[in-house]
């Protein structure tokens, strides 16, 4: 019970993130609120998504990026949701449109995550308690950059919760 009620502000779970090798920031981290999911998430408006989100209890949400170069893009986004089961239901079909031609990815390290990914694409949501993190990758980005950006959100939402500093605490 204890972990489904795990709270973290969106933006303070991105600031911790490096510019992995390669890659270069590709400006600062925007906070474009429940409105901004299509956008943040998929690079393009999709009302009836964002209407399910603001529905479903998206609270708030932040998004960084960095590029690199042959088409290498990194996109992290995070958000706070009323109800983590609402925000697995619709990042998954996030993760899936993101990567329409791939295949499904369940990384052994996050089983309750959903993923896709292809020869040149790879999409990853995973929800601790309300928080929601998805990664995206284009092109170069290997299964390790996606897996390790996950992997350090957690840790921030985590310890922002521990700490008590998320938005209720």
């Known amino acids: 019970m204890e972990q489904q009620a795990l709270e973290a502000d969106p933006a303070l779970v991105l600031r911790v993130l490096p ?3 390669g890659l270069d920031i590709a400006g600062p981290e925007r906070s474009p609120g429940p409105d901004g999911i299509d956008r943040a ?25 960095w590029t690199g170069p042959g088409g290498a893009r990194l996109v992290a986004v ?24 791939g295949n499904a990815w369940t990384p052994v390290e996050y089983g309750a995550s959903r993923g896709y990914r292809s020869a040149d694409a790879r999409a ?19 299964d390790d ?3 390790r950006t996950v992997e350090l959100m957690r840790k921030a939402a985590a310890q922002q919760d ?7 605490g």
Request: charged share 30%; net charge negative.
């Open 19 to 21: 510019t992995r090798p």
């Open 41 to 65: 998430a998929l690079d393009r408006a999709i009302p009836d998504l964002v209407d399910s989100a603001r529905d479903a209890g998206l609270r708030d949400l932040s998004v960084r990026e």
């Open 78 to 101: 995070a958000g706070l949701w009323d109800d983590g089961d609402a925000a697995g239901a619709i990042g998954g079909e996030i993760a899936r449109e993101a990567v329409p031609d």
């Open 124 to 142: 990853l949501s995973v929800v601790i308690g309300r928080v929601w993190l998805f990664v995206r990758a284009e092109g170069p980005v290997g």
């Open 145 to 147: 950059a996606v897996l």
């Open 162 to 168: 521990e700490r008590g500093s998320g938005p209720d």
